[in-house]
C-alpha cells in the first residue's frame, strides 16, 4: 500500500523539531511504500515538488515561494499548496493520506481526496487546537476536514475531549510512541546503586516559550523552594527558546545559579545520556498534549513527577511516578520532595515495561497496519459498489 503522511517534519538546520512524527514515521516505513509531504515556504522556491530520499520512505518537499505580501500571504499560501499538492497527489495516486495537525492543510487533503475518492485521516496533537480551530476562515476549514475524515485520532483523552466541543464524530485515541531501541535502561541496579544522600540529579526537556507553556517559571520557583527545605540537588533544564534570558534571571534572582544548569538544544540521539544521568523526570507544563518526554524518560527506567496538564493523566501513575496539581509552586515543591525521598524505590524494570507494552514502535506498526488495510479495503469496496450501481443506471 502506498501511503502519504501530510506533517511538519525535522530538517538538517532543526533536528530536534517534530522528532515525534519522526519516530511515527520511522515506526511504520516498513509496511507500506511511505512518503512525507512537508510544506517548504523559501524565497527562492518556484512552487514545485522535490523528492528527497531517506532510508526506507520519502521525503516530499512542496516548494512554495515566500510572498511579502502580509495581508494575503496565508491565503496565497493556501492556494499555492493546494495546486502543488493536488499536482502531486495525480500524478503519484496514493492508497491513502494521514494527517498529522488538523491545521496542517488538512482541508487542502479533503478537498483533494472528495473528488479522487481516497481515504484520508487526522491525528490531532496541538495544544493550540482550540486556538487554530476558533479561527474565522481557517477554522471552518479545519472543521470541515474532521468532520470528512475517514478516521480521527488524538494524542490524549484531554485532547479528544476539546476537540468533541467543536466536531461531533468519534475521535480514537492514539498515544504517541518512543522509540525504546534508543532510549533504554543503563542497567538495572542503576539506581538502587545511588547512595542516599548524594545530591539529586534532576531532568527536565521542552522549550522556552513566551507564555511558559512548559511551566518552567513555575519549575525554577518550586526548586528554590526545595532548596529551602535542605534538598541538595543539581537540575538540567535542556531547551532553547525566547523565554531563555527570562528563565536565567529567575534562577539567578532566586539564588539557585549553582543548582539549576541550561544545557541548551540538545538532538535527540543524545538525550539518553542525560536521561541516564537523571535520578528522576520532571514535567511541570501548564497544557501538555501527550508528553513524549515523558515516555521517554521511563523507556529509561525513569521515575517521573509530572502536572495534572492533560496528557500525562493518561499514563502517569503510582507505578511510575506522581502527578501534582497544575499550576501551582508548592505541589510541584511536594512532589520533587516526596519524589527525592522514594526514587530508589521505583522499579526501573516495571516502568520500561509499561513503555513496551503501550508505547513501543512495534505496537504503533502494528496498529497503524491494520487501520490503514482497514479503511483501504472499505474505500475499494464503496468505490466497487459506486461503479456497479453506475452499470447497473447505464444499461437500464
Request: net charge positive.
Amino acid at each position: 500500500m502506498k501511503i502519504f503522511v501530510l506533517s511538519d517534519y525535522p530538517s538538517q538546520e532543526k533536528p530536534t523539531y517534530f522528532s515525534f512524527i519522526k519516530s511515527r514515521v520511522e515506526a511504520i516505513k516498513g509496511i507500506c511504500e511511505l512518503s512525507v509531504i512537508k510544506v517548504d515556504i523559501n524565497e527562492k522556491n518556484r512552487n514545485v515538488h522535490e523528492i528527497i530520499q531517506e532510508d526506507g520512505y520519502r521525503i516530499i518537499l512542496l516548494k512554495i515561494k515566500k510572498s511579502n505580501l502580509p495581508r494575503v500571504r496565508l491565503f496565497l499560501y493556501n492556494m499555492l499548496v493546494k495546486k502543488v499538492f493536488q499536482q502531486l497527489i495525480h500524478e503519484e495516486k496514493p492508497d491513502l493520506i494521514h494527517v498529522h495537525f488538523s491545521s496542517y492543510y488538512s482541508w487542502i487533503v479533503a478537498d483533494t481526496v472528495r473528488k479522487l475518492t481516497i481515504p484520508f485521516c487526522i491525528t490531532e496533537h496541538a495544544t493550540f487546537f482550540e486556538h487554530r480551530v476558533k479561527t474565522f476562515y481557517f477554522g471552518k476549514k479545519i472543521r470541515m476536514a474532521l468532520q470528512e475524515a475517514d478516521r480521527v485520532f488524538a494524542v490524549s483523552r484531554s485532547l479528544r475531549d476539546t476537540m468533541l466541543k467543536y466536531v461531533s464524530r468519534p475521535i480514537d485515541i492514539k498515544h504517541n510512541i518512543v522509540n525504546t531501541a534508543k532510549f533504554g535502561l543503563r542497567d538495572s541496579n542503576h539506581h538502587a546503586a545511588k547512595r542516599p544522600k548524594q545530591a539529586l540529579n534532576i531532568l527536565t526537556i521542552g522549550s522556552f516559550e513566551l507564555n511558559d507553556k512548559k511551566g518552567y517559571e513555575i519549575l525554577i520557583k518550586a526548586l528554590a523552594r526545595l532548596k529551602e527545605k535542605g534538598v541538595s540537588f543539581h537540575c538540567k533544564i535542556i531547551g532553547e527558546g525566547p523565554n531563555k534570558d527570562n528563565l536565567l534571571t529567575m534562577r539567578d534572582a532566586h539564588g539557585i545559579t549553582r543548582e539549576v544548569d541550561f544545557p541548551g538544544s540538545v538532538a535527540n540521539d543524545k538525550l539518553q545520556e542525560f536521561y541516564w544521568e537523571a535520578d528522576f523526570f520532571v514535567s511541570s507544563s501548564r497544557v501538555e498534549t501527550f508528553g513524549v518526554v515523558l515516555i521517554e524518560a521511563m523507556s529509561c527506567g525513569l521515575p517521573v513527577v509530572a502536572t495534572r496538564s492533560g496528557g500525562p493523566e493518561d499514563f502517569v501513575d503510582e507505578s511510575v511516578g506522581l502527578l501534582v496539581e497544575n499550576e501551582s509552586v508548592e505541589a510541584l515543591c511536594e512532589g520533587m520532595l516526596l519524589m527525592s525521598e522514594s526514587y530508589q524505590h521505583y522499579d526501573s524494570g516495571i516502568i520500561r515495561q509499561t513503555i513496551e507494552k503501550r508505547f513501543s514502535a512495534d505496537r504503533y506498526k502494528e496498529q497503524m497496519q491494520g487501520i490503514y488495510a482497514s479503511l483501504i479495503d472499505a474505500n475499494k469496496k464503496h468505490r466497487d459498489y459506486s461503479l456497479s450501481l453506475k452499470h447497473t443506471y447505464e444499461n437500464r
